[in-house]
């Protein structure tokens, strides 16, 4: 069993791999060449945060990934992204009265509806 579970979590990893390699490649570049990839169609936070991972070996990306039941955003980024994705993205879910925070390179909190989501993910996209 333990050899299976792991068998299936290093697949689901490569999955998540070509998923945001898909996405990147189908996302233009800002004028700083960073592509910003948004991520609304997964089921969990935990499956947003295995394709922002996936991302981290992408050159100039950002993740966006929201969720709506429970209402969450998490934000992901390469190294030189020129973000840090702890400092940007606290005070907007604070401004919606919401929390969380985390690293330059990963950082997620909750919201208290999904109007708050979308209010989010938009001032993260026009940061």
């Not at 935990?46 to 950002?62: E, P, Y």
């Not at 919606?96 to 938009?122: C, D, F, K, L, Y």
């Amino acid at each position: 069993m333990k050899d299976a579970d792991n068998a299936r979590k290093k697949l689901e990893k490569e999955l998540a791999t070509f998923r945001v390699r898909e996405r990147y490649d189908a996302t233009p570049a800002d004028s700083n060449g960073v592509r910003t990839i948004v991520i609304r169609d997964a089921a969990t936070m935990d499956d947003i945060r295995t394709l922002a991972q996936a991302a981290f070996g992408l050159s100039k990306v950002v993740v966006i990934g929201a969720l709506t039941n429970p209402p969450s955003v998490l934000m992901a980024l390469s190294e030189d992204s020129g973000v840090d994705a702890g400092a940007l993205i606290k005070p907007q879910l604070a401004a919606v009265g919401g929390r969380g925070g985390g690293s330059p390179r990963i950082a997620q909190g909750s919201v208290p509806n999904v109007e708050a989501v979308e209010a989010v993910v938009s001032s993260l996209l026009n940061r």
